[in-house]
Protein backbone atom coordinates (compact mmCIF):
# COMPACT_ATOMS: atom_id res chain seq x y z
CA UNK A 1 0.00 0.00 0.00
CA UNK A 2 1.40 3.13 -0.99
CA UNK A 3 2.34 5.06 2.07
CA UNK A 4 0.16 8.25 1.83
CA UNK A 5 -2.78 5.80 1.42
CA UNK A 6 -1.67 4.12 4.43
CA UNK A 7 -1.52 7.40 6.54
CA UNK A 8 -4.92 8.48 5.12
CA UNK A 9 -6.10 4.75 6.30
CA UNK A 10 -4.91 5.37 9.83
CA UNK A 11 -6.15 9.18 10.63
CA UNK A 12 -10.02 8.15 8.91
CA UNK A 13 -9.82 5.17 11.49
CA UNK A 14 -9.14 7.83 14.32
CA UNK A 15 -11.72 10.00 13.19
CA UNK A 16 -14.04 7.22 13.35
CA UNK A 17 -12.89 6.93 16.75
CA UNK A 18 -13.56 10.38 17.65
CA UNK A 19 -17.01 10.27 16.83
CA UNK A 20 -17.84 7.14 18.17
CA UNK A 21 -15.94 7.25 21.73
CA UNK A 22 -17.56 9.72 24.87
CA UNK A 23 -14.41 10.30 27.35
CA UNK A 24 -16.71 12.44 29.95
CA UNK A 25 -13.77 14.49 30.32
CA UNK A 26 -15.31 18.16 30.23
CA UNK A 27 -13.67 19.74 27.54
CA UNK A 28 -12.74 23.00 29.00
CA UNK A 29 -11.62 21.78 32.42
CA UNK A 30 -11.12 18.11 31.85
CA UNK A 31 -11.56 17.89 35.79
CA UNK A 32 -14.27 15.52 37.53
CA UNK A 33 -14.41 14.99 41.65
CA UNK A 34 -11.87 12.19 42.62
CA UNK A 35 -13.25 8.91 42.47
CA UNK A 36 -13.65 6.59 45.18
CA UNK A 37 -10.39 4.01 45.48
CA UNK A 38 -12.29 1.08 44.10
CA UNK A 39 -13.02 3.25 40.64
CA UNK A 40 -9.85 2.34 38.88
CA UNK A 41 -10.22 -1.51 39.35
CA UNK A 42 -13.40 -2.00 37.40
CA UNK A 43 -13.89 1.46 35.22
CA UNK A 44 -13.84 0.99 31.50
CA UNK A 45 -12.64 3.35 29.61
CA UNK A 46 -13.12 3.73 25.63
CA UNK A 47 -11.75 0.96 23.76
CA UNK A 48 -8.32 1.20 22.05
CA UNK A 49 -8.07 2.92 18.56
CA UNK A 50 -6.87 0.24 15.23
CA UNK A 51 -3.85 -0.42 16.12
CA UNK A 52 -0.81 -0.11 14.01
CA UNK A 53 0.43 -3.39 12.72
CA UNK A 54 3.70 -2.56 14.92
CA UNK A 55 5.41 -5.58 13.34
CA UNK A 56 8.84 -4.61 13.90
CA UNK A 57 8.58 -3.51 17.28
CA UNK A 58 11.28 -4.59 19.73
CA UNK A 59 9.87 -3.18 22.84
CA UNK A 60 6.03 -2.76 24.26
CA UNK A 61 5.82 -2.68 27.78
CA UNK A 62 2.29 -4.71 28.37
CA UNK A 63 -0.60 -2.80 30.16
CA UNK A 64 -1.87 -5.74 32.01
CA UNK A 65 -3.62 -5.78 35.47
CA UNK A 66 -1.81 -8.55 36.94
CA UNK A 67 1.89 -6.82 36.13
CA UNK A 68 2.50 -3.77 38.53
CA UNK A 69 3.68 -0.92 36.60
CA UNK A 70 7.04 -0.45 38.10
CA UNK A 71 8.03 -3.90 36.59
CA UNK A 72 8.89 -1.77 33.77
CA UNK A 73 8.91 1.49 34.42
CA UNK A 74 10.77 3.59 37.32
CA UNK A 75 8.24 5.02 39.01
CA UNK A 76 9.62 8.89 40.20
CA UNK A 77 8.94 10.02 43.96
CA UNK A 78 8.58 13.08 45.27
CA UNK A 79 8.32 16.64 44.82
CA UNK A 80 11.69 17.10 43.55
CA UNK A 81 14.60 20.13 43.52
CA UNK A 82 12.14 23.23 43.39
CA UNK A 83 9.06 21.55 42.44
CA UNK A 84 10.92 19.74 39.50
CA UNK A 85 13.04 23.11 38.23
CA UNK A 86 9.83 24.54 37.30
CA UNK A 87 7.95 24.81 40.56
CA UNK A 88 5.44 22.58 40.32
CA UNK A 89 3.21 21.39 42.80
CA UNK A 90 2.38 17.83 42.49
CA UNK A 91 4.37 14.98 44.83
CA UNK A 92 4.96 12.11 42.59
CA UNK A 93 4.04 8.43 44.02
CA UNK A 94 3.91 4.75 43.33
CA UNK A 95 0.43 3.98 44.33
CA UNK A 96 -1.95 2.61 42.52
CA UNK A 97 -4.19 5.49 42.63
CA UNK A 98 -2.13 7.49 40.98
CA UNK A 99 -0.84 4.78 37.90
CA UNK A 100 -2.43 1.97 37.00
CA UNK A 101 -3.06 -0.69 34.52
CA UNK A 102 -6.89 -1.12 33.44
CA UNK A 103 -8.83 -3.81 32.58
CA UNK A 104 -9.04 -3.37 28.94
CA UNK A 105 -5.12 -3.42 28.45
CA UNK A 106 -4.48 0.70 29.41
CA UNK A 107 -2.20 2.65 30.96
CA UNK A 108 -3.38 5.57 33.18
CA UNK A 109 -1.83 8.24 34.73
CA UNK A 110 -3.82 10.13 37.22
CA UNK A 111 -3.29 13.71 38.86
CA UNK A 112 -5.26 14.47 42.02
CA UNK A 113 -5.91 17.83 43.22
CA UNK A 114 -7.39 17.72 46.73
CA UNK A 115 -6.86 21.43 48.02
CA UNK A 116 -8.39 20.18 51.20
CA UNK A 117 -5.85 17.77 52.24
CA UNK A 118 -4.31 18.40 55.27
CA UNK A 119 -0.87 16.65 54.54
CA UNK A 120 1.15 19.27 51.91
CA UNK A 121 1.92 15.79 50.02
CA UNK A 122 -1.51 14.71 49.41
CA UNK A 123 -3.00 18.28 47.98
CA UNK A 124 -1.46 17.46 44.59
CA UNK A 125 -0.37 13.63 43.82
CA UNK A 126 0.63 12.52 40.51
CA UNK A 127 2.66 9.82 38.38
CA UNK A 128 5.60 10.40 36.27
CA UNK A 129 7.26 6.96 34.99
CA UNK A 130 10.83 6.69 33.23
CA UNK A 131 11.34 3.06 31.33
CA UNK A 132 13.67 0.54 32.23
CA UNK A 133 14.58 0.37 28.44
CA UNK A 134 16.55 2.47 26.34
CA UNK A 135 15.70 3.20 23.02
CA UNK A 136 18.71 1.02 22.29
CA UNK A 137 18.78 1.98 18.70
CA UNK A 138 20.15 4.11 15.93
CA UNK A 139 17.39 4.61 13.84
CA UNK A 140 13.65 3.85 14.49
CA UNK A 141 10.37 4.90 15.26
CA UNK A 142 8.72 6.02 18.82
CA UNK A 143 4.67 5.28 18.73
CA UNK A 144 2.53 6.21 21.60
CA UNK A 145 -1.50 6.46 20.94
CA UNK A 146 -2.67 9.07 23.92
CA UNK A 147 -5.47 10.60 25.15
CA UNK A 148 -4.11 13.35 27.21
CA UNK A 149 -6.35 15.83 29.54
CA UNK A 150 -6.56 19.54 28.35
CA UNK A 151 -7.08 21.57 31.64
CA UNK A 152 -5.59 24.47 33.14
CA UNK A 153 -2.96 23.75 35.71
CA UNK A 154 -2.42 20.91 33.77
CA UNK A 155 0.99 20.10 31.79
CA UNK A 156 1.09 15.93 30.50
CA UNK A 157 4.26 14.73 28.62
CA UNK A 158 5.79 12.21 26.72
CA UNK A 159 9.14 12.92 26.47
CA UNK A 160 12.62 11.53 26.24
CA UNK A 161 15.78 12.03 28.84
CA UNK A 162 19.30 10.09 28.34
CA UNK A 163 19.78 7.21 30.72
CA UNK A 164 20.99 8.47 34.45
CA UNK A 165 22.95 10.08 35.35
CA UNK A 166 22.97 12.74 32.87
CA UNK A 167 23.23 16.70 32.49
CA UNK A 168 20.29 18.78 31.33
CA UNK A 169 19.43 20.43 28.97
CA UNK A 170 22.90 19.58 27.83
CA UNK A 171 22.52 15.99 26.96
CA UNK A 172 19.16 16.24 25.42
CA UNK A 173 15.59 16.43 25.90
CA UNK A 174 12.80 15.73 23.28
CA UNK A 175 9.62 16.50 23.87
CA UNK A 176 6.99 14.74 22.03
CA UNK A 177 3.72 14.84 23.16
CA UNK A 178 2.57 18.06 25.86
CA UNK A 179 0.29 20.28 26.30
CA UNK A 180 0.30 23.35 28.19
CA UNK A 181 -2.21 25.03 30.83
CA UNK A 182 -5.04 23.96 28.60
CA UNK A 183 -4.33 25.07 25.48
CA UNK A 184 -5.31 22.52 23.50
CA UNK A 185 -2.19 22.56 21.15
CA UNK A 186 0.69 19.94 21.01
CA UNK A 187 4.48 20.93 21.95
CA UNK A 188 7.01 19.58 20.06
CA UNK A 189 10.73 20.16 21.11
CA UNK A 190 13.97 19.88 21.35
CA UNK A 191 16.04 20.86 24.11
CA UNK A 192 20.10 20.82 24.50
CA UNK A 193 23.10 22.98 24.91
CA UNK A 194 23.20 25.49 28.10
CA UNK A 195 19.57 26.43 29.62
CA UNK A 196 20.28 30.61 29.38
CA UNK A 197 22.61 30.35 25.75
CA UNK A 198 19.90 31.75 22.76
CA UNK A 199 18.89 29.14 20.11
CA UNK A 200 19.48 26.27 22.30
CA UNK A 201 15.49 25.49 22.11
CA UNK A 202 13.62 24.15 19.68
CA UNK A 203 9.50 24.12 19.46
CA UNK A 204 6.31 24.14 17.35
CA UNK A 205 2.88 24.24 18.28
CA UNK A 206 0.03 22.30 16.37
CA UNK A 207 -3.57 22.78 17.70
CA UNK A 208 -5.79 19.53 18.49
CA UNK A 209 -8.93 21.37 19.26
CA UNK A 210 -10.62 17.83 19.90
CA UNK A 211 -7.35 16.30 22.31
CA UNK A 212 -9.52 15.53 25.48
CA UNK A 213 -12.13 14.26 23.79
CA UNK A 214 -10.17 11.73 21.55
CA UNK A 215 -6.79 9.75 21.76
CA UNK A 216 -4.02 11.17 19.31
CA UNK A 217 -1.32 8.81 17.67
CA UNK A 218 2.40 10.78 18.17
CA UNK A 219 5.57 9.22 16.50
CA UNK A 220 8.78 10.14 16.80
CA UNK A 221 11.27 8.89 14.04
CA UNK A 222 14.91 9.10 14.25
CA UNK A 223 18.13 8.53 12.27
CA UNK A 224 21.64 8.69 13.86
CA UNK A 225 24.18 6.82 11.38
CA UNK A 226 26.68 5.34 13.05
CA UNK A 227 25.23 6.17 16.78
CA UNK A 228 27.22 8.87 16.66
CA UNK A 229 26.36 11.75 19.07
CA UNK A 230 25.36 14.77 17.90
CA UNK A 231 24.26 14.18 14.45
CA UNK A 232 21.71 12.58 12.98
CA UNK A 233 17.96 13.68 11.97
CA UNK A 234 14.29 13.30 13.93
CA UNK A 235 11.29 14.46 12.70
CA UNK A 236 7.82 14.32 15.14
CA UNK A 237 4.74 13.09 13.71
CA UNK A 238 1.05 13.54 14.59
CA UNK A 239 -1.75 11.37 13.39
CA UNK A 240 0.42 10.28 10.51
CA UNK A 241 1.51 13.87 9.31
CA UNK A 242 4.93 15.31 9.82
CA UNK A 243 4.89 18.53 12.02
CA UNK A 244 8.19 19.14 12.92
CA UNK A 245 11.91 18.27 11.66
CA UNK A 246 15.42 18.85 13.02
CA UNK A 247 19.12 17.57 13.33
CA UNK A 248 20.12 15.99 16.59
CA UNK A 249 22.44 18.41 17.87
CA UNK A 250 25.91 18.66 18.96
CA UNK A 251 26.63 17.68 22.01
CA UNK A 252 23.99 15.35 23.13
CA UNK A 253 24.18 11.70 24.36
CA UNK A 254 23.36 8.99 21.50
CA UNK A 255 19.98 8.41 20.90
CA UNK A 256 20.26 4.92 21.94
CA UNK A 257 20.62 6.16 25.35
CA UNK A 258 17.17 7.69 25.66
CA UNK A 259 14.76 6.47 27.77
CA UNK A 260 10.94 7.15 27.59
CA UNK A 261 8.61 9.38 30.69
CA UNK A 262 5.49 9.43 31.09
CA UNK A 263 4.38 12.01 33.40
CA UNK A 264 1.21 14.77 34.33
CA UNK A 265 2.65 17.66 36.06
CA UNK A 266 0.71 20.18 37.82
CA UNK A 267 0.63 24.29 38.32
CA UNK A 268 4.14 25.95 37.94
CA UNK A 269 6.29 28.21 35.76
CA UNK A 270 4.92 26.62 32.43
CA UNK A 271 1.53 26.80 33.85
CA UNK A 272 2.05 30.33 34.41
CA UNK A 273 1.46 29.82 37.90
CA UNK A 274 -2.47 28.54 37.51
CA UNK A 275 -3.35 26.00 40.37
CA UNK A 276 -5.92 23.22 39.10
CA UNK A 277 -9.35 22.85 40.27
CA UNK A 278 -9.95 19.94 42.83
CA UNK A 279 -10.70 16.43 40.88
CA UNK A 280 -8.83 14.09 38.35
CA UNK A 281 -7.20 14.72 35.45
CA UNK A 282 -6.11 11.17 33.68
CA UNK A 283 -3.30 10.38 30.51
CA UNK A 284 -4.69 7.45 29.24
CA UNK A 285 -2.00 5.36 27.15
CA UNK A 286 -3.86 2.84 24.71
CA UNK A 287 -0.69 1.74 22.81
CA UNK A 288 2.95 2.36 23.29
CA UNK A 289 6.11 0.68 21.50
CA UNK A 290 9.76 1.09 19.37
CA UNK A 291 10.11 0.09 16.30
CA UNK A 292 12.72 -0.88 13.92
CA UNK A 293 11.33 0.82 10.83
CA UNK A 294 8.43 3.89 10.91
CA UNK A 295 4.83 2.29 10.06
CA UNK A 296 4.21 5.48 8.17
CA UNK A 297 6.06 4.80 4.53
CA UNK A 298 8.95 3.31 5.97
CA UNK A 299 12.34 4.71 6.02
CA UNK A 300 11.69 6.29 1.91
CA UNK A 301 8.25 8.29 3.78
CA UNK A 302 10.64 9.29 6.29
CA UNK A 303 13.54 10.81 3.74
CA UNK A 304 10.41 12.05 2.04
CA UNK A 305 8.88 14.12 4.87
CA UNK A 306 12.62 14.75 5.59
CA UNK A 307 12.51 16.63 2.13
CA UNK A 308 9.39 18.10 2.04
CA UNK A 309 9.77 22.11 2.33
CA UNK A 310 6.54 21.95 3.88
CA UNK A 311 7.27 20.90 7.30
CA UNK A 312 9.27 22.86 9.82
CA UNK A 313 11.88 23.12 11.91
CA UNK A 314 10.77 24.77 14.69
CA UNK A 315 10.96 28.26 16.44
CA UNK A 316 14.47 28.93 18.72
CA UNK A 317 14.22 30.78 21.74
Not at 55 to 61: D, Q, V
Request: proline share 10%; charged share 20%.
Amino acid sequence: MPWRDHVKQLKDGFNSLAKEVQTGINERSGSSQPPQQQYHANHQYPPQPPAPAGASAYWRPRFQQDIPVTVEWDAKLGNGPDGWGNQELQHYTALPENTFHTQNGLLVLRALANSRAPNPEQKYTSARLVSRETLSRDRGALTAVIQSPCARGIWPAFWLLPQEPFSWPTDGEIDIAETWNGDCENHSCLHWGHHHEPQKHRVLGTKIHEMPRRPVRYDLVWDQPGGHPGQGRLIWFIDGRPVMKGHIPGGTRPMRDMTILLNVAMGGNVCQGVTPSDGYYDMVVHSLYASDEPELGGWHGFDHAWGNPGVPEGHGY
